[in-house]
């Protein structure tokens, strides 16, 4: 193309996503050329250590060689058809597969692209599954403070972050909020498992009064991951559960964060004990490869929607959906978790990263609420002023390393194939770019 650097094109040309593009004037964009494993690699040979999993999706590195071959394989078989009135063997088979992991208690699988499709594919399913049982009143939705279920317009009617909903609020129907149960939120003597019971609570007070309004509660089940990693105790979903079945209310766990191992277990939902009545997936699903997202559902939700008439049918049509290439990816994904032992070994990789982080940054006289689960630790910075996550962020590119804070939040969030090497280099560099931004 022209002679102008890649970063002056892209200025130019692409509208990047959550940016103030005047914010380029100062910061260069990072032109990258290629990556490898946990590495990335800019135009002028620096790296990177993607300690982001590049928002949250790369699950095994950058070109894996395994992944790479399962997508050149199907690229040479069948890349895309439509999949209404037709069927193939990798959506068949990645369906099976994900309807074993969860016991075959959520057996059906609606498939989208991004997750925030996958949000409102949720929401349509459980408004369009009571309508269909002759409980048309059921129209509304609840979520915590402080969710995060994506930014098309249906989705930001259940996030609550105020940079994103506010500057819309005319567009959308925007559902309640209950108290989150982060374990942030902890007064003197309590522990996180009574915060969680106290959100129960109002969650409870919540439903008494509206549940004949309403169809589902989402939830981001251990972590809430947008609004700055906020952690709670798994009890405070055992109560969910009970109470959604109570109340006659569906349960949503939006999992395109914490699910895929994120928190310890395939599910986040596994460590609670409970299945939802809906299960949302994306971001890992497909090792960060490919855009792919699916709702898997319960006997119970796919029945009320089976019928002779169409308009009792799931009305949601998307041109990708099932995409070959895309559940190829998944599938290989799936086939790294079982053959390399991944969740077990997550173990030992989570437990160097928090001994790590914990050395580093426990006693750090800036650094509140350092916590952890599974390959996921955050801590909060006291006192962070408004410009700390960008300069943070490029304090951590001059340490060879891709971090991005949510606000005054600091997260590491690697690939499950971080070894000790590469966590010495993510905590160092992240402790170095820490007090080189608080002194700036
Ligand atoms: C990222 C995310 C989404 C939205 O996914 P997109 O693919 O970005 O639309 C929804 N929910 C949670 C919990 C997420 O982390």
């Known amino acids: 193309m022209s002679g102008k650097p890649l970063l002056e094109r892209s200025r130019q040309a692409v509208w990047h996503p959550c940016t103030q593009m005047k914010s380029h004037e100062q910061l260069p964009l990072v032109p990258l050329s290629r990556g490898e494993g946990i590495w990335l690699y ?3 040979g620096r790296r990177l250590l993607d300690g982001v999993s590049s928002w949250w999706v790369n699950l095994f590195g950058h070109c894996n060689p395994r992944i790479n071959d399962a997508i050149s394989e199907q690229l040479e078989t069948l890349e895309h058809a439509m999949l209404a009135g037709f069927t ?4 068949v088979q990645l369906s099976e597969r994900l309807s074993a992991l969860t016991g075959r208690a959520l057996g059906h699988a609606f498939y ?16 369009h599954a009571w309508r269909n049982q002759g409980r048309s009143g059921k129209t509304r939705f609840l979520s915590l403070s402080g969710s995060y279920h994506g930014e098309t317009v249906g989705a930001l009617a259940v996030t609550d972050v105020a940079l994103f909903r506010d500057a819309y609020a005319p567009l959308i129907q925007a559902g309640a909020t209950v108290m989150s149960p982060d374990a942030r939120a902890a007064e003197e003597g309590e522990s996180a498992a009574d915060v969680a019971e106290r959100a129960a609570l109002e969650l409870e007070h919540y439903l008494d009064e509206h549940h004949d309004d ?8 251990l972590v809430q991951g947008a609004c ?9 979903l055992q109560r969910v559960r009970e109470l959604c079945n109570r109340y006659e209310v569906h349960l949503i766990a939006d999992e395109i964060a914490v699910g895929c191992g994120r928190t310890g277990t395939f599910f986040a939902c596994e460590q ?16 960060g490869y490919l855009p792919l997202s699916l709702v898997l559902t319960t006997d119970d939700i796919y029945t009320c929607f089976y019928d002779d008439d169409v308009r009792r049918g799931f009305l949601h049509s998307h041109s990708y959906t099932g995409n070959a290439l895309a559940c190829r990816a998944a599938l290989a994904t799936l086939d790294i978790f079982d053959k390399d ?18 050395v580093a940054f426990a006693k750090h006289p800036r650094v509140r609420h350092l916590r952890q689960r599974g390959m996921i630790v955050a801590f909060d910075v006291a006192d962070a002023d408004a410009g700390f996550s960008t300069r943070y962020f490029q304090n951590a590119l001059d340490r060879e390393l891709l ?7 600091v997260y590491f969030m690697p690939p499950y194939i971080v070894e000790s090497d590469d966590i010495t280099h993510l905590v160092d560099g992240a402790l170095k770019a820490l007090d080189a931004t608080l002194t700036s």
């Open 403 to 409: 971090l991005r804070p949510l606000g005054n939040t």
């Open 272 to 287: 609670a004990d409970i299945w939802p009545d809906f299960i949302c997936l994306s971001k890992g699903i497909s090792g």
């Open 228 to 236: 700055g990693m906020a952690m709670y105790d798994p009890h405070y």
């Open 214 to 221: 309403i169809a589902a509660f989402i939830v981001e089940p």
């Open 88 to 91: 193939h063997e990798p959506v």
């Open 341 to 358: 032992s991944v969740l077990e070994a997550n173990r030992r990789r989570a437990t160097l990263l928090g001994n790590a982080s914990h």
């Open 112 to 127: 989208a692209s991004d997750g925030a499709s996958a949000t409102e594919i949720a929401l349509k399913m459980s408004m």
């Open 42 to 44: 800019d135009e002028h």
